[in-house]
Structure formats: structure tokens, C-alpha cells
T-cell receptor
Framework: DAGVTQSPTHLIKTRGQQVTLRCSPKSGHDTVSWYQQALGQGPQFIFQYYEEEERQRGNFPDRFSGHQFPNYSSELNVNALLLGDSALYLC????????????FGPGTRLTVT | AQRVTQPEKLLSVFKGAPVELKCNYSYSGSPELFWYVQYSRQRLQLLLRHISRESIKGFTADLNKGETSFHLKKPFAQEEDSAMYYCALLRGTSYGKLTFGQGTILTVHP
């Protein structure tokens, strides 16, 4: 089992563009959470998906949206990119909603110029 | 709102010395507390959680509700302990929404 996988590894976008990041959870996991980690900071919770619905959301604007597919994989979409969106985006999966076991992926490094 | 504070950005010790990484939290309810670790070029991984009361790689952490602290301790640091350590809090009803501290970089010198 490769664990949680994320793609792409890194990408560069221009301010105002839109971006889609992808995550495949660990085998047997059905809940996916997304975090943003700015340089020098701890991860900040964006939202969580379970049964293809957004279940919880952190303090992020509507420009951040997501989706979960029937195979439990997930996408994070960010519209109208700002310079401040530059960060490492982490995906974490867990075996069931409410579990403390969160397994993290390697992250996608997004740079907005 | 809940908050996790790790007052030390950097912590340096010598091999064999005791180490303590501080974590304080603010939350009015009964939280679950965790320590996550990120070794160089590796992904973030769970080190230990307070409810299990276990020792992992020689590390222990005790939840002190009176002082709202969850400090991570190890009596004899090893060079392989050098990493970034994050303290994290989970609210009882937050279904997996972790609140992280800013992290402490631990360097263990030979």
C-alpha cells in the first residue's frame, strides 16, 4: 500500500488562475481532510469529505472547494488564486469519520506568482 | 476557538541529554491531544496520542488539564530524534479536524 498519494508534487500558477489538486486515500480509508501549510507554520484545516460530501470546514473562503469521488479520492480546487495561497497542501485520510488516525500524504507545493 | 501554542521554534540538545518540547492549548472542553513528527524528507506522521498513554521511540507526553499543557519528553535524546514536531488538538465533536501548533524544530547534536 503506497499510503496517501497526492498529485502533482509541485506546481506554479499565476495570480487569478485556478488550480486542482488531487488525493488518493490510503487503502481502506473513506474520509479525506485537506490542510494548508504556509511556510514556517503548522498545517491549517481547510475541509473534510466523507460520503462524497463536505462535512466540516475551516476558516477558508469559498474560493476553496472540493470534491470526493465514489472511490474516496478527493480534489481540492482553488479559484482566483492569490499570492497568499502559496503553500504546501496536505491531504490526510482516515479509516472512518471521527477517527483520530489521520495518515498524511507528501503534499503538493503550490507557488502563485 | 481552540488554539495550540508551541513556544519554541527551535530546540537544540546534545545526544544523551533530556529533551522537553512544550505544548500549551486553549479549549474549554475535553480535547484529544497528539504529537506529530516530520523527519527530513518524510511525510507528517503520528508520534503519540494522550489517550493511549503509550511511549513511542522513548517519548512520552502527559496531558495536564490544570495547566492545559501536553509537553513531549524524552530522557535521553538520540540524533535520529532530530525532526519537526507538531502538537495538535482534536475537539470531541470535530470529527477529525486537527488544530496544529506552529511546530518545534528539534536538533540533537552528537
Amino acid at each position: 500500500d503506497a499510503g496517501v498519494t497526492q498529485s502533482p508534487t509541485h506546481l506554479i500558477k499565476t495570480r487569478g488562475q485556478q488550480v486542482t489538486l488531487r488525493c488518493s486515500p490510503k487503502s481502506g480509508h473513506d474520509t479525506v481532510s485537506w490542510y494548508q501549510q504556509a511556510l514556517g507554520q503548522g498545517p491549517q484545516f481547510i475541509f473534510q469529505y466523507y460520503e462524497e460530501e463536505e462535512r466540516q470546514r475551516g476558516n477558508f473562503p469559498d474560493r476553496f472547494s472540493g470534491h470526493q469521488f465514489p472511490n474516496y479520492s478527493s480534489e481540492l480546487n482553488v479559484n482566483a488564486l492569490l499570492l497568499g495561497d502559496s503553500a504546501l497542501y496536505l491531504c490526510a485520510s482516515s479509516p472512518r469519520r471521527g477517527s483520530h488516525e489521520q495518515y498524511f500524504g507528501p503534499g503538493t507545493r503550490l507557488t502563485v506568482t | 476557538a481552540q488554539r495550540v501554542t508551541q513556544p519554541e521554534k527551535l530546540l537544540s540538545v546534545f545526544k544523551g541529554a533530556p529533551v522537553e518540547l512544550k505544548c500549551n492549548y486553549s479549549y474549554s472542553g475535553s480535547p484529544e491531544l497528539f504529537w506529530y513528527v516530520q523527519y527530513s524528507r518524510q511525510r507528517l506522521q503520528l508520534l503519540l496520542r494522550h489517550i493511549s498513554r503509550e511511549s513511542i521511540k522513548g517519548f512520552t507526553a502527559d496531558l495536564n488539564k490544570g495547566e492545559t499543557s501536553f509537553h513531549l519528553k524524552k530522557p535521553f535524546a538520540q540524533e535520529e530524534d532530530s525532526a519537526m514536531y507538531y502538537c495538535a488538538l482534536l475537539r470531541g465533536t470535530s470529527y477529525g479536524k486537527l488544530t496544529f501548533g506552529q511546530g518545534t524544530i528539534l536538533t540533537v547534536h552528537p
